[in-house]
């Protein structure tokens, strides 16, 4: 006889773990999974996929636009928020359904309740007491509301996917890439939009020439972005809310949106009465092979506070049961994951920022470009797509690659491939373009960019 129920119980269902469990119960484990809310996690429900559905609605207004250019008569352009919201709420219901029946057809046994661990084999779910020879906990992260005086007022991005309607003044506090998504999404689909941001820039940690050219595109598109303030309380006056900024200004809205930071979910769990630890923030500390400081338990995901990426979550989750029930040890790599942000024009970026790649090796050489569209040199739109490549200079070893501009995420995705097998400058410079392209851009950029004297000076 078994001495546990299950050889794997997996605490959340989002992504990291529900490949985790459907691995690990392709390989003849026993498995369970619990999920209190529903299955598919932050990036299905309530994250990357609605929200992308949502870029998509706010596109088509400028796509609208400069048809006219191109030919055609759009009449009578009218936008439906409900029918939005409905059609997206459908989606979601069909993947939840999906990621359902992926776990049945893996043998894997599914709770639809809260899981709370008793010690580090048992877990209680819901009226239910089961033990395990192994957890994983996966419970991702979720927003945080900072104590700002009126912020019962305010939304987060949970919020922003069920507004009953379309909010005719939006202010987005926060200056992050989901801040940045939603001013685009909401300035997009109608909406007069400020950000806030407290910093002297947007997008901390990206590359610089792409913070400095999404803000000014940002701007050209109507989205008023202000910088160095901060909210200092929160209002309402009838209908609207009064913002109070740190410097003594006021901005009314219809909706307040904050999107200045996540925590893991770990509160209420129980991982302290399985010795798990946990820095400040909440995250489980694990190891390299996600192990956490109980030998049999382990986590992935946005829970460790690592890579915040759904492909990161289902990297982890999927070495972790290759290791642990597959019989093949591996750790899930963290070096150059590309990522992109869903900006209007979006970001794709993989690798080192020029900053991080002079602090780790130096001098590098940078090739930057920088340029009108094809597209737009008939809708006469003043957008701007940049592009940037920051290259090694002892190996000609291409460290980083960044993009602004429509379908950057697309283009910079087979990048990331390339600088996986150590591509160089040279490899670049020795691939024919596919024209007219803007990607064709990255194989063309010859000339080494220098800083103005002003720029080196500083």
């Not at 299950?6 to 003849?28: C, E, M, P, Q, W």
């Not at 506090?173 to 109608?190: H, M, P, R, S, T």
């Not at 390299?288 to 946005?302: E, K, P, Y």
């Not at 920022?353 to 602090?359: H, K």
């Amino acid at each position: 006889m078994a001495k546990y129920d299950f050889d794997l119980f997996v605490v959340g269902g989002g992504s990291g773990g529900v490949r985790a469990a459907r691995i690990a119960g392709g390989y003849g484990a026993r498995v369970a999974i619990a999920e209190e809310y529903r299955y598919g996690g932050t990036c299905v429900i309530r994250g990357c996929i609605p929200k992308k559905l949502f870029v998509y609605a706010a596109h088509f207004r400028e796509d609208f636009e400069d048809a006219a250019a191109y030919g055609w008569e759009v009449e009578r352009v009218k936008f439906d928020w409900g029918r939005l919201i409905a059609n997206k709420d459908k989606e979601i219901d069909r993947l939840n359904a999906i990621y359902e029946r992926l776990l049945g057809n893996a043998g894997v046994k599914t709770f639809h309740d809260r899981a709370v661990l008793e010690d580090a084999h048992t877990v209680r779910v819901g009226g239910d007491k089961v033990t395990a020879e192994k957890l994983l906990i996966a419970t991702g992260g979720t927003p945080v509301l900072p104590a700002v005086p009126g912020i019962e007022h305010a939304i987060t991005s949970n919020e922003a996917f069920h507004l009953e309607a379309l909010p005719g003044r939006v202010a987005i506090v926060g200056g992050g890439y989901i801040a940045v998504e939603f001013a685009g999404i909401f300035n997009g689909l109608g909406a007069e939009v400020t950000q806030i941001y407290r910093r002297e820039q947007i997008l901390r940690g990206f590359d610089d020439d792409l913070r400095h050219g999404l803000s000014e595109e940002m701007r050209k598109k109507g989205v008023n972005v202000l910088t160095r303030l901060n909210v200092a309380a929160i209002e309402r006056k009838g209908k609207a809310l009064q913002l109070a900024l740190t410097d003594g200004s006021t901005l009314s809205a219809d909706t307040v949106m904050f999107a200045t930071g996540r925590r893991p979910n770990t509160q209420d769990l129980g991982l302290e009465t399985a010795d798990v630890l946990m820095n400040e923030n909440g995250a489980v500390l694990v190891d390299d092979f996600s192990r956490s400081s109980a030998a049999n338990i382990f986590a992935v995901g946005d829970v460790t506070d690592r890579i915040n990426l759904t492909p990161v979550a289902i990297m982890e989750g999927h070495a972790f049961a290759d290791t642990e029930f597959g019989g093949q040890a591996r750790k899930p790599d963290h070096q150059d994951v590309a990522s992109a942000v869903f900006s209007q024009p979006p970001i794709g970026t993989v690798g080192l920022t020029e900053v991080e790649a002079r602090d780790k090796f130096g001098e590098v050489d940078i090739y930057k470009s920088r340029f009108r569209p094809l597209k737009h040199t008939l809708s006469g739109r003043d957008e701007m797509t940049t592009m940037k490549l920051i290259v090694e200079k002892v190996n000609d070893t291409v460290v980083g690659a960044h993009m602004l501009g429509a379908d950057a995420p697309e283009i910079v995705q087979s990048i990331a491939v390339a600088m996986r097998c150590g591509v160089t400058k040279s490899h670049f410079d020795h691939t024919v373009g596919i024209h007219p392209t803007a990607a064709e851009e990255f194989v063309t950029m010859r000339e080494k960019w220098q800083p103005t004297k002003a720029a080196a000076a500083e």
